[in-house]
């Protein structure tokens, strides 16, 4: 490994929303990963979708350091996972897949799904990578529930009712053309995420997040890299911990609509 890459960091933290983190994270060698297993509030999958997760990170941990690319090593992996658990596209779980892989001269990234991977430049320049194509799917229940806690109505019966809808209409949409795609047991949608490939030069860092980590409700951080900053002074776990506290301020999501009260939040920072 040459100078230059010794000098790399790698930290991590995960928080879990709820009585089971379904957020994973895997780190090695020149790469890193987040992965968000989804929830089902129907709960007709066949697995918890943490242990899908981290499953098929640990399946990426043998695929992404090959050298082939990314989309190919999340294809694998999928693979890997479906033909080991014998998993259907109907009952599988599944989970978004956020990596960064860099060598001394190339940092790439992909996104499959609303996790995201942040690129730090010198300057105060940063660029965020996601895919955010489940955001058209199922837009009108998605409305419907943002008003609903926007009104005061808080995390009730009524809710949950607009999100199994949600969920109905994103599952008629899963991996299709026109809809969105996602890690499950159909190795094809790994070719559809979204995939980047830029010099290293000028590159100082990567942030690698689940969707719970949303700099907005921080109580310092405004932007990804005041986050990267507050981290780097307070530690990764600290910032999860202040996100985690200003959402328990706003227990009926009034200020902050959102699916549920705390979601799972993981946090990679990586120094170049």
Not at 179 to 196: N, Q, S
Not at 214 to 227: C, I, K, M, N, S
Request: net charge negative.
């Amino acid at each position: 490994m040459s100078e230059e890459a010794d000098r790399t960091s790698i930290r991590a933290a995960s928080l879990a929303g709820g009585p089971n983190n379904q957020d994973r994270y895997v780190v090695g060698d020149g790469f890193a990963a987040v992965l968000d297993g989804a929830t089902s509030v129907a709960g007709d999958r066949s697995h918890d979708p943490g242990w899908y997760a981290e499953r098929l990170g640990q399946a990426l941990s043998e695929t992404v350091p090959r050298g082939e690319p990314l989309a190919d090593a999340v294809a694998g992996a999928i693979r890997t996972v479906r033909d080991a658990h014998g998993l259907t596209p109907d009952t599988s779980p599944t989970s978004t897949v956020a990596i960064a892989r860099w060598s001394d001269d190339v940092v790439e990234t992909y996104t499959l799904g609303d996790s995201y991977v942040v690129v730090l430049r010198a300057g105060s320049v940063e660029t965020v990578y996601t895919d955010d194509r489940l955001d058209a799917v199922g837009a009108d229940e998605r409305a419907a529930y943002r008003a609903r806690l926007a009104a005061g109505h808080g995390y009730d019966v009524g809710h949950r009712e607009v999100l199994l809808a949600l969920q109905a209409e994103q599952a008629r949409r899963r991996n299709r053309p026109g809809g969105y795609w996602i890690a499950g047991a159909e190795p094809e949608a790994a070719h559809h995420g979204l995939t980047t490939a830029e010099s290293r030069s000028g590159i100082t860092g990567l942030l690698l997040a689940s969707d719970g980590v949303d700099p907005q409700r921080h109580p310092v951080a405004a932007t990804w890299r005041e986050l990267a900053e507050h981290a780097n002074g307070h530690g990764e776990a600290q910032v999860l911990q202040d996100v985690h506290d200003a959402e328990a301020s706003d227990q009926d999501g009034q200020r902050w609509p959102r699916a549920k009260r705390h979601d799972d939040k993981t946090l990679v920072t990586i120094r170049l």
